[in-house]
């Protein structure tokens, strides 16, 4: 058996550098750069526009959830849900220690064509979805790669939907149910199995009231707790406020580095940056890897380009924003130059809370990471546990049964992941859910042409009507 283990973790291994290596990340961005220059670079020259009709929309009226589908924010609210996790603040920290302060210009540069990718992504899904018998509507990649490409392409549907279903019990539940459960040891010392279980507790209690429950649940969730890291973050900054032009020097200096990393063994500081500052972003705001579609084709809007709009900012607020506070806490923090690197901390998450605590008075920082990670990992369980339970639905023709045999085990998955079991699992998961990328991508290239028009039709309509 243990041989059978090693063989499994020696397969995945070499799959995994593929699924997250320079290949894929090139394939990744340089679909983002195709996607950029057919819409004209529509994230740019619309950027206003998009932020007006999102984020500033919040302020004004908003269209409902209306029978079995979610409003706009709601959508957008459960895609941020499942996009914004541990690893905006343990993932970071992590590529900061392996690519230094360099890899967070090249998060930024992913986000900059990541930003097109997503929204040519929902987009599509909004295209292509489709409504069964009780008016629920269902979409994503599965149905964007038939709808667009034909019937002779639905075995690409059918790898990225398998893969999504799969990806959603390792990444989008053993690891952040792992997360929380170290998180509420670390502040009130409960054994991890409990945690487990009232963790499932709660996800069942939203899950099994179905995408508007998911939905409604997420619209309070995440702006609560992206606007409370988002605070803390500021607050730690002005901290070092003055180090702060000198840690951005050091994110320029570092992205642009030859220098020989381990003799020039492993390559020269900038190639070391780029790849870790390009993974990280593409894991963190998951643009190309064709989850977030699947929430937003749920929402009651009916002009694909309106919904598209949320994924530019998705995109912006989780990797411009969110990521870069926990990058600044890193550098000003100087845990960077802790000897040992990352082996001197228990995790990636220890090391984040290690900078916090450096900043801020006695423990206090520790806790809000401890926090911040409880609220980013249970909205991640529940972002993708309707990503998973969409992907075994288009495997099973929406089978209800299918669907709620997939809630219940996702739920129970929960105290497996917070008991600490799993790890192998979890890497696999790393790897379906690098792999989820390919079909995706595949089919966004030749359809680039069809989100061009769109993108002119609905921008050509709204000077029609003398819009700004």
Same mark, same amino acid.
């Given at each position: 058996m243990e041989r059978f283990v090693q063989t499994?973790?020696?397969?995945?291994?070499?799959?995994? @550098?593929?699924? =997250?290596?320079?290949?894929?990340?090139?394939?990744?961005?340089?679909?983002?750069?195709?996607?950029?220059?057919?819409?004209?670079?529509?994230?740019?020259?619309k950027f206003g526009y998009i932020m007006k009709h999102t984020v500033g929309s919040l302020f004004t009226k908003q269209r409902q959830a209306g029978g079995k589908n979610l409003s706009p924010f709601q959508a957008v609210s459960t895609a941020l849900a499942g996009t914004v996790g541990t690893g905006n603040i343990a993932g970071v920290t992590g590529a900061l220690f392996a690519g230094g302060p360099g890899a967070v210009f090249w998060m930024w540069v992913s986000a900059f064509f990541g930003m097109c990718t997503k929204y040519a992504e929902i987009a599509l899904a909004m295209k292509h979805r489709q409504t069964d018998a009780k008016g629920e509507y269902h979409g994503g990649p599965m149905y964007y790669i038939l709808g667009g490409l034909g019937r002779g392409w639905k075995w690409l549907?059918?790898?990225?939907?398998?893969?999504?279903?799969?990806?959603?019990?390792?990444?989008?539940?053993?690891?952040?149910?792992?997360?929380?459960?170290?998180a509420v040891h670390g502040l009130v010392g409960l054994k991890p199995w409990i945690t487990g279980v009232i963790l499932a507790a709660v996800v069942a209690v939203v899950v099994l009231g179905g995408v508007k429950r998911i939905g409604a649940v997420t619209s309070y969730l995440v702006p609560f707790m992206g606007l409370l890291y988002i605070l803390v973050g500021f607050i730690l900054i002005c901290f070092r406020l003055p180090a702060v032009?000198?840690?951005?020097?050091?994110?320029?200096?570092?992205?642009?580095?030859?220098?020989?990393?381990?003799?020039?063994?492993?390559?020269?500081?900038?190639?070391? @940056?780029?790849?870790?500052?390009?993974?990280?972003?593409?894991?963190?705001?998951?643009?190309?890897?064709?989850?977030?579609?699947?929430?937003?084709?749920?929402?009651?809007?009916?002009?694909?380009?309106?919904?598209?709009? =949320?994924?530019?900012?998705?995109?912006?607020?989780?990797?411009?924003?969110?990521?870069?506070?926990?990058?600044?806490?890193?550098?000003?923090?100087?845990?960077?130059?802790?000897?040992?690197?990352?082996?001197?901390?228990?995790?990636?998450?220890?090391?984040?809370a290690g900078a916090f605590n450096a900043i801020l008075p006695g423990q206090l920082g520790g806790k809000l990471i401890e926090i911040s990670l409880i609220f980013f990992a249970l909205s991640t369980i529940l972002g993708w546990c309707y990503y998973g339970e969409a992907c075994f639905g288009f495997l099973s023709r929406n089978n209800a049964a299918v669907r709620m045999i997939?809630?219940?085990?996702?739920?129970?998955?929960?105290?497996?992941?917070?008991?600490?079991?799993?790890?192998?699992? =979890?890497?696999?998961?790393?790897?379906?859910?690098?792999?989820?990328?390919?079909?995706n991508l595949i089919a966004l290239i030749p359809m680039a042409g069809a989100v061009a028009k769109m993108t002119d039709l609905y921008f050509g309509k709204e000077r029609g009507l003398g819009s700004k």
């Open positions: 499994v973790e020696s397969v995945n291994s070499a799959v995994n @550098a593929f699924a =997250w290596g320079p290949v894929m990340l090139v394939l990744l961005v340089g679909t983002g750069i195709y996607l950029s220059i057919r819409t004209r670079f529509v994230q740019v020259r549907a059918v790898t990225f939907a398998l893969l999504g279903g799969l990806a959603s019990f390792g990444i989008g539940n053993i690891a952040q149910s792992s997360e929380i459960a170290g032009p000198g840690a951005f020097a050091e994110i320029f200096k570092g992205a642009f580095s030859l220098k020989a990393v381990g003799g020039g063994a492993f390559g020269c500081v900038m190639m070391q @940056a780029m790849r870790q500052g390009v993974a990280r972003g593409v894991f963190s705001n998951e643009a190309g890897l064709g989850s977030a579609p699947i929430a937003h084709a749920a929402s009651n809007a009916e002009e694909p380009v309106q919904q598209a709009m =949320w994924g530019v900012f998705e995109v912006f607020i989780d990797t411009v924003v969110i990521c870069t506070i926990t990058a600044l806490a890193v550098i000003l923090s100087g845990i960077l130059h802790t000897a040992g690197g990352m082996e001197a901390f228990a995790s990636k998450g220890a090391a984040a997939y809630k219940i085990a996702f739920i129970l998955v929960c105290i497996v992941g917070a008991a600490g079991s799993g790890t192998l699992m =979890w890497d696999i998961a790393d790897t379906l859910n690098g792999l989820m990328a390919l079909p």
